[in-house]
């Protein structure tokens, strides 16, 4: 019986290593780009709630996209469609907008057409090689430069068992108005499910749900070929700083 209880003993310190494995940011981050790295295309549809206000000014911004992304080679392409309706009010002033954009990478170029109230405009930019919606090691790494890291209890997210990573700005005064966020990971899947930027006082300021995600389903390839609407001109900026791929994170606009 005392060898049985020994034993058994042993057993439980033995296996609380491989138990608790996954509760640190190494892991966890580890677990979060294997999973990534295994992605061929992703599709889902990203809604954001955004609210900044302040004694004298108040800004809110609604946004909801869909978004499909393909692996070919080494490049991800991928197509972003968005409707943003936002608001904006100084004093009694009060200016409201709806915007729709559409961004095309064909693994070449980064492309972005813009309609507001009517008026359509059309660039071409250099691609971009981050891809942030896809949780990679480049991904972790760009966010580490500017942040610390910090891994929080799991949680639910759209139904999902989550990885929850706490970001804190290492420099306060980048980021005067949202002093962390909050990312949470499909523990299944590795996808980024939500993201919440938090003020000062810790509310939420900012809500990215992205919501019907699937993952490695087959896109044709011409939703990656960009067509400018009749009559639009295309102003050629690949000379300019490489467009901003569309993300799942509240960093003032996966």
Known sequence: MKRFTILAAWLVCACLPVAFAADTLESVEKAIVEKNEKLTSIQFRSVTNQELSSPQFTMKTDSESTVEAAKKGDVWMFRAEAKTKSSQKM???????????????????????????????????????????????????????????????????????????????????????????????????????????????????STTVNKDIKINASIPDDRFTFKAPEGVTVMDMTSQQPATPPSDKPEGGK
């Not at 990885?163 to 306060?172: C, I, L, Q, R, S």
């Not at 108005?177 to 899947?189: E, V």
């Open 91 to 205: 004093g009694d002033q009060e200016t409201k907008s709806d915007q729709a954009t559409l961004m095309v990478c064909d693994g070449k170029f980064n492309y972005v057409l813009s309609d507001t109230a009517g008026q359509k405009q059309a660039m071409k930019m250099a691609m971009s090689q981050d891809v942030s919606m896809i949780s990679n090691k480049k991904f972790f790494d760009q966010l580490r430069k500017d942040h610390e890291l910090k891994l929080l209890a799991d949680e639910k997210a759209e139904g999902k068992d989550a990885w929850v990573v706490e970001a804190t700005p290492k420099n306060a005064a980048s980021s005067p108005m949202m002093s962390k966020m909050k990312f949470y990971f499909d523990k299944d899947s590795g996808m980024t499910v939500q993201v919440i930027g938090l003020n000062a006082e810790g509310k939420p300021m």
